[in-house]
């Protein structure tokens, strides 16, 4: 093994750790001590600690080292060795931040992480989670549960990992309800949580990888469509147009970017030709050689 690839490794597992301790952090410190879960794996580990007395450490733990076996197959041996090291961790957390002894970082009256508005409880919780999870996600790693679950989905079909949470939430919070000495007002603030949770990690998690579809009307377009062609390595596509009040034929260059590269091309197209006019439109699911693989489901075997 290399240097490279042996920095690349420990640069992940520090990124890993950092969104690990952001993750245990929105439940031990914010969440739990107010009385409020949020969905997923570590949301029915809250539920069932509240019915059983059971820790949420060892809910959390027990149920994810069933669920490791099917990442281990399906997601590759790299993703099943981080995620252990993320729950063994996150289990080591749950469990330090949770003791007593730990109150000082707990937002409790009398606290320095008291939040004295309620509805904020939620807002901050759902954002440390959200960071923390897309931290761990980018990496290769995950906190198990349903987040092994989302990204086995998402491996085979084009979904919104955000969403996919959304859906799996939902359920797990409803289920606050039913808990004694808990009312509907905790629910409300689970989905709180989970709306917060979901909107941030889908702007983290796709915010790099957004597309955008750009049109250029140029009386300089060779010079255009060779820079982009030649210096950015992205295709590009003439199409023919009709100017309706000149009605002169002319035509207008089309191109799809990523989010990240448009600065650069605005630059070129404004150093070339000041007057030129530009639109740009969001583009989702954008499939193709530079983008995303298309990913239509598991193939289904022929029967003879």
């Not at 820790?55 to 099943?80: K, P, R, T």
């Not at 990496?139 to 799996?168: C, E, H, M, Q």
Request: aromatic fraction near 12%; glycine fraction near 10%; proline fraction near 2%.
């Amino acid at each position: 093994m290399d240097k490279k690839k042996i920095l690349i490794g420990i640069f992940d597992y520090i990124v890993i750790s950092i969104g690990v301790v952001l993750f245990v952090m929105a439940w031990q410190s914010f969440l739990l001590p107010n009385h409020m879960i949020d969905g997923g794996l570590t949301g029915a580990s809250a539920l069932l600690a509240m019915v059983t007395g059971i820790s949420v450490d060892i809910w959390y733990f027990g149920i994810n080292v069933l669920l490791l076996v099917l990442a281990w197959f399906i997601l590759g041996q790299g993703f099943g060795i981080k995620t252990i090291y993320a729950i063994l961790l996150s289990t080591a957390l749950f469990r330090i931040l949770g003791d007593e002894s730990m109150r000082c970082l707990w937002s409790v009256e009398g606290e320095v992480l008291y939040v004295g508005d309620g509805i904020l409880v939620p807002i901050i919780g759902g954002l440390l989670e959200a960071v923390g999870l897309a931290l761990i996600i980018m990496r290769g790693g995950s906190t198990g549960g349903t987040d092994i679950l989302a990204l086995i989905v998402n491996k085979f079909w084009p979904i919104f990992i955000g969403r996919f949470y959304l859906f799996a939430d939902f359920i797990v919070i409803t289920l606050l309800i039913f808990v004694p000495g808990h009312c509907f007002t905790d629910v409300v603030y689970g989905y709180i949580t989970m709306g917060v949770c979901a909107y941030v990690l889908d702007l983290i998690m796709l915010g790099k990888d957004s597309t955008v579809q750009i049109l250029i009307f140029s009386d300089r377009l060779k010079e255009i469509g060779d820079y982009i062609n030649r210096d950015m390595g992205r295709g590009v596509t003439a199409l023919k147009a009709i100017g309706w009040y000149t009605q002169e034929d002319r035509q207008v260059l089309m191109v799809m970017l990523r989010k990240t590269e448009m600065p650069e091309l605005v630059k070129v197209v404004k150093e070339l030709d000041p007057k030129a006019f530009v639109t740009v439109v969001p583009a989702n699911n954008v499939f193709g050689e530079g983008f995303d693989e298309m990913k239509t489901g598991i193939a289904k075997k022929k029967k003879k």
